[in-house]
């Protein structure tokens, strides 16, 4: 590949793809619109200590090793000895109080004195999910097709992946105290159970089989090791350029615009008749906007950028 790519988004997402976009040969640039790289994962510093502003400890930390292993990153240089024990503390509107600990029967017993029967249902919605998870782990980290979903038998746990959490809950009849525990993980990031996706509902899975480790200097030295990765891999980083507009000729993006200025990867048709189109279809980025009169999801003619 030797396209020039443009990366809109400094979030963990947007580093990693702009990492494996630039080591597969194409040049990058990563567009981002604050001043920080991060973003739900970014940090705030305050007295002369850095806090987390997004995760703090880490879960599934070996395909977390995978991933970066990927881009090129190596967890292992960061200090992972901190291990926690203790996940949350949650007080219902109800007047109960329960504790997430990493430890199943330290939490099913929890559960259990603040609403009789909760603890056993959450204990069957754990290994249920734990199975779910075995069948989809394979798919993980390997490129697979369709038909790969059917045969490995990871359809079994379909449900999972296309349900919302919601509605795994009620199947699950979790509810109360059963359901703060398993939607903690989507209420903390300011998830909304209805929308959140399926596979949120295996964490206490994931948290219960694997614990949780987090880094000795917090979960936000991982957008350091990013960020340093962007730096030696030769990405450019484009920091306070909120993007508002990508605009498309005939199909793929010509340019991408922000305050900061317009970008154009290289597969662009600069020299096209074919009209701009300015898009803001087909993506859940904030602040894109065409211009008055054209809301998400509609496209209309604008010039040229200079
Ligand atoms: C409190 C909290 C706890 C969490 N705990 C966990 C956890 O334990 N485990 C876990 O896996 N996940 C956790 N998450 C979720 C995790 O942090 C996010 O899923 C992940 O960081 C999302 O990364 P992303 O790159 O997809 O998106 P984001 O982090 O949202 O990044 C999007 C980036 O795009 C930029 N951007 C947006 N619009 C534009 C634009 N128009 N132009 C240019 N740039 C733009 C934003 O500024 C941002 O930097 C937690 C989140 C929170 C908030």
Not at 88 to 108: C, E, F, H, M, P
Not at 113 to 131: C, I, L, N, T, W
Not at 150 to 178: E, F, H, I, K, Y
Not at 273 to 289: E, G, I, K, Q
Request: charged share 20%.
């Amino acid at each position: 590949m030797t396209e020039h790519t443009i990366v809109i988004g400094g979030g963990v997402g947007g580093m990693v793809a702009a990492l494996r976009a630039r080591r597969h040969g194409a040049s990058v640039q990563l567009v981002e619109a604050r001043d920080q790289l991060g973003g739900l994962a970014s940090s705030v510093a305050a007295g002369g200590t850095t806090f987390d502003g997004g995760p703090y400890i880490l879960l599934d930390q070996d395909r977390l090793r995978w991933a970066l292993d990927r881009v090129g990153v190596d967890l292992d240089t960061l200090d992972l000895v901190v291990r926690s024990t203790l996940a949350y503390t949650i007080d219902g509107a109800a007047g109960w109080s329960v504790a997430v600990y990493t430890d199943l029967d330290r939490t099913a017993e929890e559960l259990k004195q603040a609403e009789p029967g909760s603890g056993d249902r959450y204990r069957a919605f754990v290994a249920k999910a734990g199975a779910a998870l075995d069948r989809l782990a394979p798919l993980l980290t390997e490129a697979h097709s369709a038909g790969r979903f059917v045969t490995s038998g990871a359809w079994r746990a379909a449900p999972w992946t296309l349900a919302s959490l919601r509605q795994l809950l009620r199947l699950n009849r979790l509810d109360g105290p059963a359901a703060a525990a398993t939607s903690i993980w989507t209420l903390i990031a300011g998830g909304d159970p209805a929308r959140a996706p399926g596979p949120m509902a295996l964490v206490p899975a994931l948290i219960h089989r694997d614990g949780a480790v987090r880094p000795a200097g917090g979960v936000h030295q991982i957008v350091g090791l990013l960020e340093a990765a962007l730096v030696d891999a030769g990405v450019e980083v484009i920091r306070n350029a909120p993007v508002e507009a990508i605009v498309t000729a005939s199909g793929p993006a010509a340019f991408v615009l922000s305050p900061a200025g317009s970008f154009r990867p290289k597969w662009s048709s600069a020299t096209s008749a074919a009209p701009l189109r300015c898009s803001t279809s087909s993506t859940s980025l904030r602040r894109l906007d065409c211009g008055s009169g054209c809301g998400a999801g509609c496209s209309r003619r604008v010039s040229r950028p200079t």
